[in-house]
């Protein structure tokens, strides 16, 4: 499966950073980028169960492929969900199937942040993508 551009940008930019503190400086600018959600979308309909943090999500098909945004009240999260919107951006309902979130997380030296609850709210983010995927 070949990698969205943004995917690859984001392997490359934390491939650089020669420890943790660089790479947590560097998610954080990512959660920064991203953009916001307005008030209407922060509702009950998207929120994401599963997350110890508030997550919403919003996604759409464009031109067979998918587009979504996020948005969390913890800064960390913001930079996680950063980078998992720029590898899974893009993609089909079926590749979307396949991504692997531990991998990509441990490809981008990001995997000792994930804590077990943080990585099951990411997955929990994750199987809501597949599932507007299919509706």
Do not use: K, Y
Not at 9 to 28: H, K, S, T, V
Not at 80 to 92: E, F, H, I, K, P
């Amino acid at each position: 499966m070949s990698l969205p551009a943004a995917a690859r940008e984001a392997l490359d930019a934390f491939g650089q950073c020669p420890g943790w503190e660089q790479r947590a400086r560097l998610l954080m600018q990512w959660g920064e980028g991203l953009p916001a959600l307005n008030d209407s979308e922060r509702n009950e309909a998207n929120r994401v169960h599963g997350c110890d943090s508030q997550v919403w999500l919003v996604g759409e098909c464009r031109d067979g492929g998918w587009q979504f945004r996020a948005a969390s009240d913890a800064r960390l999260i913001r930079g996680l969900l950063a980078v998992l919107l720029a590898r899974v951006n893009g993609l089909d309902g079926g590749e979307l199937q396949g991504v692997d979130l531990a991998d990509w997380f441990n490809q981008l030296g990001l995997a000792r942040q994930l804590s077990p609850s943080r990585s099951n709210g990411l997955n929990a983010v994750l199987q809501r993508m597949r599932e507007l995927t299919q509706s």
